[in-house]
């Protein structure tokens, strides 16, 4: 059974009161890497929007998804391939700054998806050491049938879920 998200959009509540919006077409790819079967392999890449002017609001354009040197295993996901980099400084010079690094998602085998100690220890490095336009980062985990994030702030690594908008994304 393939497992498709009902809407076009997903779309969070932030901790400023803004609205995080999911795109369709990077839903369209979150969603390509569910992990339903057993032999799925966890997936993940970077998060690429923007922050919408005049407004606390942020927009997810585009996805990078695994690649060839990342280290992909049943629970466990390791960006290894400097592709994700390069796109992310290939997005931000060819729009003169307005398509950003906002975070990063990866999936987990759970129906809905927690972080791990691991993933909460890595969140909280990356708030800390990576560079990037904002108060905090967002990271995303695709579950199995629903989608979840959080953010992690740069001054204490604060870890905050984030409410869906209305109600539980599920996927049918």
Request: net charge positive; glycine share 6%.
């Amino acid at each position: 059974m393939k497992f498709v998200v009902k809407k076009e959009k997903v779309e969070f509540i932030l901790p400023n009161r803004g609205i995080l919006k999911i795109s369709s077409e990077p839903l369209k790819i979150l969603n390509k890497f569910r992990q339903i079967d057993i032999s799925n392999r966890e997936a993940g890449g970077v998060l690429l929007g923007r922050f919408v002017l005049d407004s606390d609001n942020i927009v997810i354009d585009k996805v990078t998804s695994p690649q060839s040197k990342d280290r992909r295993s049943r629970f466990a996901f390791k960006k290894m391939d400097s592709y994700h980099q390069h796109r992310i400084t290939q997005e931000w010079t060819e729009t003169g700054g307005k398509i950003n690094y906002i975070g990063e998602w990866h999936s987990h085998p759970e129906i809905n998806p927690n972080p791990s100690s691991l993933d909460i220890q890595e969140w909280k490095r990356k708030s800390k050491e990576d560079v990037y336009d904002n108060s905090f980062l967002i990271f995303i985990i695709v579950g199995i049938e629903s989608i979840s994030a959080w953010t992690v702030t740069k001054v204490d690594q604060s870890i905050i879920k984030l409410d869906v908008v209305h109600g539980k994304e599920k996927t049918e």
